[in-house]
């Protein structure tokens, strides 16, 4: 199973970005997929996450300006971040949690995209 982010960049503070994920390998079923981020000098924390049955988790300091969102048939994952502020600058990572095949219980595995950056400037 490979993740794979696009969408990143320099933007104006203020602006917009539309970051996009996509899974591709051998996926049997997705339950979570997110995005986290990773700041210079900092721990790496949970941006948004979206579950397969549609509950939705926001980081407090994004919610009202970023949108997370999927397309089930495409596994794939977006994050539409509007008014963006420097201190959202950051290496961005997407990840899913990815059953390869059925069984009894299904196990589901984590798995990361590459990153991609996101560069706000004031």
């Known amino acids: 199973v490979q993740l794979q982010a696009s969408g990143g960049g320099s933007v104006q503070n203020g602006g917009s970005r539309r970051l996009s994920c996509a899974a591709s390998?051998?996926?049997?079923?997705?339950?979570?997929m997110g995005w986290y981020r990773q700041a210079a000098g900092r721990p790496r924390e949970l941006v948004a996450r979206?579950?397969?049955?549609?509950?939705?988790d926001y980081l407090d300091s994004v919610k009202g300006r970023f949108t997370i969102s999927r397309d089930n048939a495409k596994n794939m994952v977006y994050l539409q971040m509007n008014s963006l502020k420097p201190e959202d600058t950051a290496v961005y990572y997407c990840?899913?949690?990815?059953?390869?095949?059925?069984?009894?219980?299904?196990?589901?595995?984590?798995?990361w995209g590459q990153g991609t950056l996101v560069t706000v400037s004031s």
């Open positions: 390998g051998s996926i049997f079923s997705i339950n979570a």
């Open positions: 990840n899913a949690d990815v059953a390869r095949a059925p069984g009894m219980p299904v196990k589901f595995y984590t798995y």
């Open positions: 979206i579950i397969s049955g549609g509950s939705i």
